[in-house]
């Protein structure tokens, strides 16, 4: 088993930016795809950014490509979404999750483990 736990989450300005981290404990491996994903009041949780084991390859979803950047620090076990230029369409219960491979994965259905989520709220 593997346990996640997010932090960074909090209430930021439009345009302003976070960083939300995830910590893996447990039975962790080394070669672990991590993702991070989103659930907004209402609506259905979505794909935001993906990172493979390694930390070399990233895919991200289009709402966020440029803003957000994922990266992975396999010492620590950890993994992070740094979040800049923030919208208020960015508000959001995030979610990282993880899965035993060796590519990236975007759809919710391909991971294994989850965190409880850490909300976050773009609002002036």
């Known amino acids: 088993q593997v346990q996640l736990d997010e932090s960074g989450g909090g209430l930021v300005q439009p345009g302003g930016s976070l960083r939300l981290s995830c910590a893996a404990s447990?039975?962790?491996?080394?070669?672990?795809?991590m993702g991070w994903f989103r659930q907004a009041p209402g609506k259905e949780r979505e794909f935001v950014a993906t990172v493979t084991w390694s930390g070399a390859s990233t895919y991200y979803a289009d709402s966020v490509k440029g803003r957000f950047t994922i990266s992975k620090d396999n010492a620590k076990n950890t993994v992070y979404l740094q979040m800049n230029s923030l919208k208020p369409e960015d508000t959001a219960v995030y979610y990282c999750?993880?899965?035993?491979?060796?590519?990236?994965?975007?759809?919710?259905?391909?991971?294994?483990?989850w965190g409880q989520g850490t909300q976050v709220t773009v609002s002036s």
């Open positions: 999750a993880a899965r035993y491979g060796t590519t990236w994965y975007k759809s919710a259905h391909e991971y294994d483990y």
């Open positions: 447990g039975r962790t491996y080394s070669k672990h795809a």
